[in-house]
């Protein structure tokens, strides 16, 4: 940390900040410029944070100037991470695709959207069980019913399952049927589900909040690796800006900067950031453009009828495309497409 | 509901959604207009919801025209609501102040900090036991001895308690020590808390999501109203924008703007939107002056050693200004200051 | 300013830096942590500004310590300033209120509104001649006849002018009519126009930019002080945000913010900030109540045939209230409201 | 237009806002539903704008259903517009490259900056004489000497030049000197500049301004089509966001939705929008796989010495990778990579 003291600070403040550090057993180097003095200070960051430095007489300004977490770090694991679910890798050397309705329905809306994504070269299967909707009256998804429905459909297809959990409290449930586990946008800072999750042993799908700073996503999954796990894919789907035109403002550039500070896979979100099915591709070929370890799609057999977000799904028509861009992108950047698991391999995992 | 028909739309695309429409159960008035038609939707707009209306063939816009929440609008009940938290109103008649430590840190920290709000015009004493941070290596609260130490002071002073709440599993915990339970700014979409605190029978502080439309707000209020609670209490807190001066930037507009679209009270949080101590009073001053029913603000005994937000809190000697400025503004918009209540009052409540 | 290392520097990587500081002519002081090294500068900023530090081997960041502007810094002077306009003062120990229509549109309508204003307690007339509009098919003013029609409302009504100007070329014809210019939202960061009223001899309205941070607005206010001119008053009108209940949202704390960091004026615009009539009173109440040096209001004789934003102008059956706010508001703060001049002393000066 | 009456609205008010319609031209058609009466109109839109319907009696929300510029929309002309720059096309059908110096500096740092242009594969080059700086104390650029420097180095390079232009007056000379006029993102709403550019019979690239939505820009690019030059590029070069990781957040759906809505080409500036040097090949690769019609990119031969954004420039190592990625990506679009000239044709243009 710096701390830049004011102008007008005195000699005797610069005096009793120095002794405030040295109290909680950091060190304090003076630099004393023309108009401002500077402090450095070396120690145990967290030991400072207490001081309440900022409030100390003749203190201008307290500057951070490491990062505030560490597990998740690439200063402290320099090799991006490669995370492994039901047999099926995300990380530096592939680019995986998971594809699948943006709700469960019915059995046979789920195996069709399964077959869709498979056909289209996905190897994870997503869908939602339980969905977080902003209105109380909208459709809350099928509960467990719909785990049940993911998990018959994964031995079928083959393709291990990433899907939601909303609450600390069903998050032993979900795990009974579940490969990964996802927290969604509005509950990226949900502490307590962050802390659950961070102990349930499984993999976990992190979506950046889409009102959050690249900090705050990795102060995130800081949370869920304090608990041990490490297993951790970070997503980015988009955050909130002045822009109308799309739900969302798919945030791009956040890929590269998440894995210059974060050993963790990054992926991409193309359907929820934009929230139109016109911009699922385009923006499917720049995630991979960019170099992200993978992208979660929404396909539905047909998006007309779907229970939520129909207008942002792919359907049949767009599946030529999507498998043109999955079969042809990701050498490109020196990658390999991660191949689909063969159902029994998936079915006795 | 108006449906703005594409340019290209042909009549049979036209014919198409009237008629998915009236198979909803609803009413279609076609409007033909030179360059395109637009279909205004007559019935029940959340069957509307499902039928992915955006995504039918010629249709280029879908358009909502009623509010989306019933219960908290003020289409559903004129009159604006009065709250009472353990003998104190809440509501369009007075101007009610809400004070106390960021964090319960000791006994002796949270009485003298209840002392001040009482001195400074607080009808309500704020603290907090469960601390949502962050970092997960910064101070989470003191948990259950922090509600008790609450609960102490509380009957120490008369002051009625609000503290938050961070997970649906302690709600049955901070219902047994408080007379209010506030969900934070990060959990204002964390849809199982909403309907845990909607179900506890307890009045409750909702904060803005710093990164939430009002209407989401309003929503977010809805879910807790559909449990059977309207004793809700909405609490503008500071949004996020591009603005790095302050921590937030307070919407000081969102009050006359919900007060409007919704009959609960309003009140505002100068501490925490601005993060800077040196805002608390003009904030307060806005506040009031803007018409909000009260304030919430920090205040501790010694802020240089607070263990959370110490940058912010009012200190002994911020006071009296604080003092006339409730013993002014209120009765400039017509308002009384809310008196608080006696000690034995509240604790025989 | 203050150079972080990466973690990875090497004592070369130090050393270069420092080697390259002083070939500038600044001074380096080096502190040496456990994970990293910060080398506080000292010196002329512009200069290191060019050395392109961040690229240099071994830089992880650097941070600025000081504001980068000077003439408008309460640091280069440190009493707050007063602003003088056709015998009206903008300044700390008053609230000054500026009211007139949006536009001009005819000669009556403008006289109307004036007079509407000075019966409300405004001391300053505004009126659009020159109106910037995002359409080029809107109404873009009256342009010259605009000016001649405020300027003989001035000598009518005895209220000195502020009016906009949008291109350099303009300057000198404005001047000729109007007692202050005003540099509207969408020009605050076109430096030809700022260099251009700084050279000017008129005092300055210079609105926030509605996408600017208040470094950026001090910064374009030092563009213009830079010619000679210090007669600036700050407006903050409102900044884009996510929210749409409001046209933008008014960033209140801007005020104290700015304030505290320029000796400048600071008024608060409540009309185009929100862009709806229901929240100019509230607004102004905040705005008067959180400090600022004063208002400036839309006022129109007949809001619904406004040419340009009606919907947020004051009609007649708003002055009452709007009087009651300027009568007895500025008092609280220990300011008088200013006194309009009287018509002769404004025609003569 | 649609307007949604108030749920309290009359029968009186209903026809009274037919009658205003009909009285300025239009036609409504009236859909009266359970809980509120929908008013669609038909009609002259400009002229419905001055009725101030929002403000009527009983209207609670007014709806635009059409899109407000009309030039550069796709509904006037369908086919996406191909654009010619001294003999090198922009359009749906290749990516253009334009590469070159931030900051027009010296004779010899121009022409090897854009011999590295050349080498990388780009048809056009880029570089400032006129530049835009938030600070007064900023290098505000050579000015005439930069721009018959640009001049200079595009007779020997045989790659046209887009410069920017800051201010009316400088239009003409700018022309003298370049192939391409540059509107900066700080200049997208000048409206004066807009209509000069607009009026010189130049190819135009609008920058979008860093805080405009879509719409907007689009109505800036309307204003300079409506002086009768359609020779119009849009260049999305990042909005401004809570985010600050990256200087601007890349918002790289606007260029799909861009290319939607309007039919001039849109390319993409991967450098100023993240502002930092490692981020410009990742965006570059994104924008090409996106759609986008070319990139815009900063190259100089010693970024440590530029005397502007050198953070963000690419120097010589970079540009292996960047030619490898011209040279392999736009066939993936089924696009070419544009040629650059030979100089003497560029020469004798």
Redesign the interface.
Known sequence: M?I?MA?EATQGDIEAVVELVRSAGG?A?V??????T?I????DI?QF??L?L???KGV??V?R??V??KLVSR?HHRQRSEIWVGGVPIGPATVTVIAGPCTVETPEQTLAAAQMARRAGAAMLRGGAFK????????QGLGEVGLKILSEVRDEVGLPVVTEV????SVDLVCAHADMLQVGT??M????LLQAVGSAGKPVLLKR???S????WL?AA??IA?RGNLDIVLCERG????????RN?????????AQ?LSHLPVIVDPSH??GR???VL??T???????ADGVIVDVHPD?????CD??QALAEEDLTELGAITA??PQ??GRALTPAPQPAAAASR
Request: aromatic share 6%.
């Open positions: 710096v830049v102008p060190e180097f630099s004393r410029g023309v108009h401002r500077i450095g200070l070396v120690g967290d944070g207490a309440n900022r409030s100390r201008g300004d500057m100037v490491s505030p977490y200063e977080p909707r902003t209105s109380p009256y909208a459709f909303v609450d600390p409290a509005r509950n800072q949900n502490f307590a909040g889409m009102n700073t690249i900090e705050e102060m800081e949370y304090q955050i909130r800006t002045f822009e109308t035109a799309t403002t798919l945030d791009i550039s956040a890929v590269p900067v210059r950031s934009g099915r016109d911009l385009p923006l070929r720049a995630a991979i453009a960019v170099g998006p007309a009828k779907a229970l129909g207008d042809t992108m490109l950047l």
